[in-house]
């Protein structure tokens, strides 16, 4: 199984990072991340994949996920699906803008994605506030809140609801620790995002609520493992 992360960008990735020098006035700010750069998730070449699951159903997206750069941090994949076969993935392919899309209405998008050894941070084409929004950062606290604004004003906020520090979530052939952070998108037809991440690995699960209850999730496993 594998992320529909790309999808949010995410979502997965795009994720999106721009590395800073760290400030004083930027401490206490929730969508600065600073930390390594040069690490294992953001090598060139690595691939992911998307295999996405609605109710007890998997679905095929057809997908090929892989980074194309690391400047700095801020890392480039490229990514390609095929949601247009999937009914119950109408409300997500809805959403996705058509300049991410290719003449057929298959997503066709280099994303961008902040990665660091702090946290992990999307370029969020959903909200469209044209800023990186933090995902997780690594030293997160149950209760800490990564807001922002979208390009209409409205508040978008990404909660950390669980912070497990035990290896507990099933990953592959083994569990990992997780952060859980969960987002109310305001986007019509999208009640709730929840996001796993993990110190080494990333973003390595999310799950889209629909306003019919209806959910949608995805595993994002790469082929990093060192």
Known sequence: MKNLHFIFAL?????IFISC???????SDPNVINGETNIGI???????????????????VGDSIYIVSNN???????????LTQ??????INDAVPSNYK???????????????SEGIQDYNFFTKSGKFHTIAKFDA???DTYPIKNSEGVDIVRTVTERTDQDDFPYGFYDIKTIKVEEDPQIPGI???????NHKFGLVWFEIEMEDGSKASSYFFTDYTN
């Not at 020098?21 to 401490?27: C, V």
């Not at 999937?86 to 409300?91: K, Q, S």
């Not at 290719?102 to 660091?116: H, R």
Request: hydrophobic fraction near 35%; charge should be neutral; glycine fraction near 8%.
């Open 141 to 143: 606290k149950v209760g």
């Open 191 to 197: 009640k709730n995002i929840v996001y796993r991440v």
């Open 21 to 27: 020098d760290p400030k004083d006035d930027e401490s």
């Open 11 to 15: 979502l997965f990735f795009s994720v």
């Open 42 to 60: 953001n090598t060139v070449g690595n691939t992911f994949g998307a295999s996405v699951k609605v109710g007890n159903n998997y679905y095929d």
């Open 102 to 116: 290719d003449q057929n209405g298959k997503i066709n998008v280099d994303l961008s994605f902040k990665s660091t």
């Open 72 to 82: 700095n941090g801020v890392v480039t994949m490229r990514v390609k699906a095929d």
């Open 86 to 91: 999937i009914p119950a993935l109408d409300v």
